[in-house]
């Protein structure tokens, strides 16, 4: 009772390799969610993610007995142990689905509210033809390679956004599988595999020029931006603007590599060419002043191009963070892309086309 009521992260489900399948979500990440979602008494709602069903009984919770709740979950297993624990609890207004949380659940639609609770790669139509006409949804949704915890509300203009959010914040979900389902790869880039590059399945890269290029040394360039919130909030937004946004991750002490923001690594660049890569770095603490100043390494034959860009981009975000507040639509895929001047980043997915915008 202890272990399920802590703060933690509890693995439920692994594939024969050992990867994780699932597990449940930390309680402090479910509580912020669940205030986002703002279910109300006699509410629909749509959970794509079974897992033990405990989040399923909450979401009953609040619905109370008028409202209904359908959640789905694509292994067997775990659709069947959260049936058993939420029939073992009382929960009779909770239908559990063993299915593609991509499909939805049509029967149970229109859903006042949807909640994800698996990493998303893209928002399929099912989601939005089962919604209601105003239906929120809180979902963690992968944009350029980074996972972002988004409150969507449905939209209501025709021929304008699917969905625009009102919160957002970084977060790590364990990737939806089935249709949904768009992977990552971690590609080691300094010989002997200290360090990797995580990125995008269909980002293409030259890893043995990574590997050759990681032994010489690298382009460095300072940005006089200096800040004291080193999550630098929105900074990878700014920086999937060249496109080959990624991370670096540092396995362990003695890479060989110039150091990154963090001891484990940071935010990646990968130039188009795929042999070469950037990434952030601090400068050196003075005394009394809790601000670092940014850097950009960048190792590769296109180092010194690629670290001017890079450098240049966390300038721009160092001139707009703090006066500036993000926002994400989500519109069909069809929609007209719009400009750099319009919006600072679009993203095209499979059935939908993410725009981010920043505000002052």
């Avoid at 926002?327 to 993410?354: C, M, N």
Wanted: hydrophobic share 40%.
């Amino acid at each position: 009772m202890e272990r399920a009521y802590a703060d933690d992260i509890i693995t439920t489900h692994r594939d024969t390799d050992g990867t994780v399948l699932s597990c449940t979500t930390l309680p402090s990440c479910v509580a912020t969610m669940l205030e986002r979602l703002d279910v109300r008494p006699g509410h629909r709602v749509l959970e794509i993610g079974a897992g033990t069903g405990i989040n399923a009984a909450l979401l009953a919770h609040l619905a109370g007995p008028d409202g209904h709740v359908t959640t789905i979950d694509v292994l067997p297993d775990a659709a069947d142990r959260a049936r058993r624990h939420l029939v073992g609890a009382g929960y009779a207004n909770v239908e559990v689905i063993c299915g593609d949380g991509a499909d939805g659940h049509l029967p149970g639609a229109p859903y006042d509210r949807i909640i994800v609770t698996a990493g998303a790669w893209d928002i399929p139509p099912a989601w939005t033809q089962q919604a209601a006409p105003d239906a929120r949804m809180v979902i963690p949704l992968r944009i350029a390679g980074f996972t972002h915890e988004v409150t969507l509300h449905r939209g209501q203009q025709p021929g304008g956004p699917l969905w625009t959010s009102s919160h957002s914040r970084l977060s790590g979900f364990i990737k939806m599988r089935g249709d949904g389902h768009h992977g990552e790869r971690d590609v080691p880039i300094v010989a002997g595999g200290q360090s990797e590059l995580r990125v995008e399945a269909d980002l293409t890269l030259d890893q043995a020029a990574l590997v050759r290029a990681t032994s010489g040394p690298p382009a460095r360039r300072w940005t006089g931006v200096r800040t004291a919130d080193l999550r630098l909030p929105g900074l990878e937004f700014w920086l999937a603007r060249p496109g080959g946004l990624c991370r670096l991750i540092n396995r362990r002490p003695g890479h060989g590599l110039a150091p990154a923001t963090g001891q484990g690594g940071s935010l990646a660049v990968l130039h188009p060419t795929g042999d070469t890569f950037a990434y952030l770095t601090l400068g050196p603490a003075q005394d009394g002043d809790t601000k670092r100043e940014l850097g950009v390494y960048a190792y590769g034959a296109h180092s010194d191009l690629l670290a001017d860009q890079v450098a240049a981009q966390i300038q721009e975000w160092g001139a707009e963070q703090a006066p500036a507040a993000t926002s994400i639509e989500i519109h069909p895929a069809e929609a007209p892309t719009p400009s750099l001047d319009e919006a600072l980043l679009t993203v095209a997915k499979d059935h939908t086309q993410i725009v981010v915008r920043t505000s002052r």
